[in-house]
């Protein structure tokens, strides 16, 4: 099934269930009002959710709407905890490159993990707002997992099976912020922005042979002001799957419901694919050329993050962003010059 969270004026939304092809959608209040009210009790509610999907799939469900991305929040507008990992080793190491900076043997035997703002998410289509744009500001394309308990000391296998629904995120870096906070050796925080994250999440059943060895094997695509910059498969190069990111994430620690952990930068080594990132691209040019020529995003600049299935369809909505500077306001639509009815 596909879950979106309904801007309704309140903080953590309202719990819709989407059809398939992400064209309409129901009101799931009747069973739990919000997508964590739904988490928290996952064995009992998921068999209502999944029967309400069922039924709108099959145009049997009563008080139907259009579905309409606008409309979302992040499928969970604010989380108990959001934590992105590093599985994608050559995107580490080409972005350590540009620092000069050596990539330890050890990044090949157990993750990177970083813990994000998880307390304001965004929607899928809200903006991206930066103070200023010389604090180089960058788009990074994702796959996450929501996850039911993980318990402490769980093993791979136990972390699999805990994992409830997928989406897409864009993680924005303000990449000229992170050389000073690294230096102080404690870790990113203003230079981690707020994380936006796909208009609907979905169950791994719904991804088909897609979903295999707790990998998601499809190309995740970024275009950046219209332009398809990248679409590496999110299957290839991913050297620590979902399990594993799990089991290390509850090495010393349980894992509550509503918990999100982020694959990194989906990223292959084959340069054909593209990027998922503008400091990856930078990193190639510095490396091939020794000095970068792509900037960094702008005010006005767009990105689109997606991923089809096989037939071309889109499996968790786009996620649609621009980028803004503080204060800004949006025109006003246009008055109409014929007089109202």
Same mark, same amino acid.
């Given at each position: 099934?596909?879950?979106?969270?309904?801007?309704?004026?309140?903080?953590?939304?309202?719990?819709?269930?989407?059809?398939?092809?992400?064209?309409?959608?129901?009101?799931?209040?009747?069973?739990?009002?919000?997508?964590?009210?739904?988490?928290?009790?996952?064995?009992?509610?998921?068999?209502?959710?999944?029967?309400?999907?069922?039924?709108?799939?099959?145009?049997?469900?009563?008080?139907?709407?259009?579905?309409?991305?606008?409309?979302?929040?992040?499928?969970?507008?604010?989380?108990?905890?959001?934590?992105?990992?590093?599985?994608?080793?050559?995107?580490?190491?080409?972005?350590?490159?540009?620092?000069?900076?050596?990539?330890?043997?050890?990044?090949?035997?157990?993750?990177?993990?970083?813990?994000?703002?998880?307390?304001?998410?965004?929607?899928?289509?809200?903006?991206?707002?930066?103070?200023?744009?010389?604090?180089?500001?960058?788009?990074?394309?994702?796959?996450?997992?929501? %996850?039911?308990?993980? *318990?402490?000391?769980? !093993? =791979? $296998? &136990?972390?699999?099976?805990?994992? +409830?629904?997928?989406? @897409?995120?864009?993680?924005?870096?303000?990449?000229?912020?992170?050389?000073?906070?690294?230096?102080?050796?404690?870790?990113?925080?203003?230079?981690?922005?707020? %994380?936006?994250?796909? *208009?609907?999440?979905? !169950? =791994? $059943? &719904?991804?088909?042979?897609?979903? +295999?060895?707790?990998? @998601?094997?499809?190309?995740?695509?970024?275009?950046?002001?219209?332009?398809?910059?990248?679409?590496?498969?999110?299957?290839?190069?991913?050297?620590?799957?979902?399990?594993?990111?799990?089991?290390?994430?509850?090495?010393?620690?349980?894992?509550?419901?509503?918990?999100?952990?982020?694959?990194?930068?989906?990223?292959?080594?084959?340069?054909?694919?593209?990027?998922?990132?503008?400091?990856?691209?930078?990193?190639?040019?510095?490396?091939?050329?020794?000095?970068?020529?792509?900037?960094?995003?702008?005010?006005?600049?767009?990105?689109?993050?997606?991923?089809?299935?096989?037939?071309?369809?889109?499996?968790?909505?786009?996620?649609?962003?621009?980028?803004?500077?503080?204060?800004?306001?949006?025109?006003?639509?246009?008055?109409?010059?014929?007089?109202?009815?």
């Amino acid at each position: 099934m596909k879950l979106a969270t309904l801007n309704d004026g309140t903080r953590d939304g309202q719990l819709a269930v989407v059809a398939r092809d992400l064209k309409t959608a129901v009101v799931a209040d009747g069973i739990a009002p919000t997508l964590q009210r739904a988490l928290d009790d996952w064995a009992f509610i998921a068999p209502q959710l999944d029967q309400l999907s069922r039924q709108l799939n099959d145009g049997k469900a009563r008080r139907t709407f259009e579905f309409e991305p606008r409309r979302c929040m992040a499928p969970l507008p604010r989380a108990f905890q959001w934590a992105d990992g590093s599985a994608y080793v050559n995107h580490v190491e080409l972005v350590r490159k540009t620092r000069n900076a050596e990539l330890p043997a050890s990044f090949w035997q157990e993750p990177l993990m970083v813990r994000g703002g998880s307390d304001d998410l965004l929607g899928p289509l809200d903006d991206i707002v930066v103070a200023d744009e010389a604090w180089g500001i960058d788009f990074e394309a994702k796959v996450a997992v929501v %996850t039911d308990d993980v *318990p402490m000391g769980a !093993t =791979p $296998d &136990e972390a699999f099976g805990q994992i +409830r629904l997928l989406m @897409l995120a864009n993680d924005v870096s303000l990449r000229n912020l992170v050389p000073d906070e690294l230096a102080k050796g404690f870790g990113f925080f203003q230079s981690k922005p707020a %994380t936006s994250f796909s *208009p609907v999440a979905v !169950t =791994p $059943d &719904e991804l088909g042979d897609a979903w +295999r060895d707790a990998k @998601l094997h499809l190309p995740l695509r970024s275009t950046w002001n219209g332009r398809l910059v990248g679409q590496p498969n999110a299957g290839v190069d991913m050297v620590f799957n979902f399990a594993q990111l799990l089991a290390h994430a509850a090495r010393t620690r349980r894992l509550r419901a509503g918990s999100i952990v982020g694959s990194g930068t989906v990223s292959n080594q084959n340069v054909k694919k593209g990027y998922s990132c503008i400091a990856e691209k930078r990193s190639l040019e510095t490396i091939a050329d020794g000095k970068s020529v792509t900037s960094f995003m702008a005010y006005g600049d767009t990105i689109r993050i997606e991923m089809l299935d096989g037939d071309g369809k889109s499996l968790f909505g786009a996620i649609e962003q621009t980028v803004r500077p503080t204060g800004y306001v949006p025109p006003a639509p246009p008055v109409s010059a014929e007089k109202p009815e």
